[in-house]
T-cell receptor, first 115, second 111 residues
Framework: ETGVTQTPRHLVMGMTNKKSLKCEQH?????MYWYKQSAKKPLELMFV???????ENNSVPSRFSPECPNSSHLFLHLHTLQPEDSALYLC??????????????FGPGTRLTVL | LAKTTQPISMDSYEGQEVNITCSHNNIATNDYITWYQQFPSQGPRFIIQGYKTKVTNEVASLFIPADRKSSTLSLPRVSLSDTAVYYC????????????FGTGTRLLVSP
């Protein structure tokens, strides 16, 4: 247990569905992250929320929409996904955002399959 | 942003010491060196962090030479459960800098 939980752990969805991934951290951190990890590829940073400010990777398609209602919760809203979006989606948190030297605590991930 | 280079894979046997080296030639003055471990279908887990010389914890040691252009993660007496991907990252602990995970080093420990 890292103090970061993610639900659901597994998700299968069609290309026309809308779903949301949820992440919650119980560590008192003020930065949260979404990463995508495709098979045999490096982790790709998608979004960061730090002190309620959002920073995003410009290469992430608009069919992924993050939401951070407070410092403990993070959502990733999914709509009209493509099969190539199938991947492991990881949430992480840290004391401060984006500084690469800060220890990040990762959740167990959501395994997403798009049919 | 400091780029890191690691071997793609390494093989070892149970009980051996494993040393994984990471090159980071353009490391900045305020950058720290951090290593993560990742098992299949799980999120990465922090192993160790250092700035210079040597750092040791209950899991591993981290050796950093004076020029800081490389670092070596040392895993003493590995077991089968140490089979994982190991990532080396370089970055500051404050300020704004995008964190970039490379391809990491895939360590396979055999009986």
């Amino acid at each position: 247990e890292t103090g970061v939980t993610q639900t659901p752990r597994h998700l299968v969805m069609g290309m026309t569905n809308k779903k949301s991934l949820k992440c919650e951290q119980h560590l008192g951190h003020n930065a949260m992250y979404w990463y995508k990890q495709s098979a045999k590829k490096p982790l790709e940073l998608m979004f960061v929320y730090s002190l309620e400010e959002r920073v995003e990777n410009n290469s992430v398609p608009s069919r992924f929409s993050p939401e951070c209602p407070n410092s403990s919760h993070l959502f990733l809203h999914l709509h009209t996904l493509q099969p190539e979006d199938s991947a492991l989606y990881l949430c992480a948190s840290s004391h401060t955002g984006l500084a690469g030297g800060n220890e990040q605590f990762f959740g167990p991930g959501t395994r997403l399959t798009v049919l | 942003l400091a780029k890191t280079t690691q071997p793609i894979s390494m093989d070892s046997y149970e009980g051996q010491e494993v040393n994984i080296t990471c090159s980071h030639n353009n490391i900045a003055t305020n950058d720290y060196i951090t290593w993560y471990q990742q098992f299949p279908s799980q999120g990465p887990r922090f192993i160790i962090q250092g700035y210079k010389t040597k750092v040791t914890n209950e899991v591993a040691s981290l050796f950093i030479p004076a020029d800081r252009k490389s670092s070596t993660l040392s895993l003493p007496r590995v077991s089968l459960s140490d089979t994982a991907v190991y990532y080396c990252l370089v970055g500051p602990t404050s300020g704004f800098q995008k964190l970039v995970f490379g391809t990491g080093t895939r360590l396979l420990v055999s009986p």
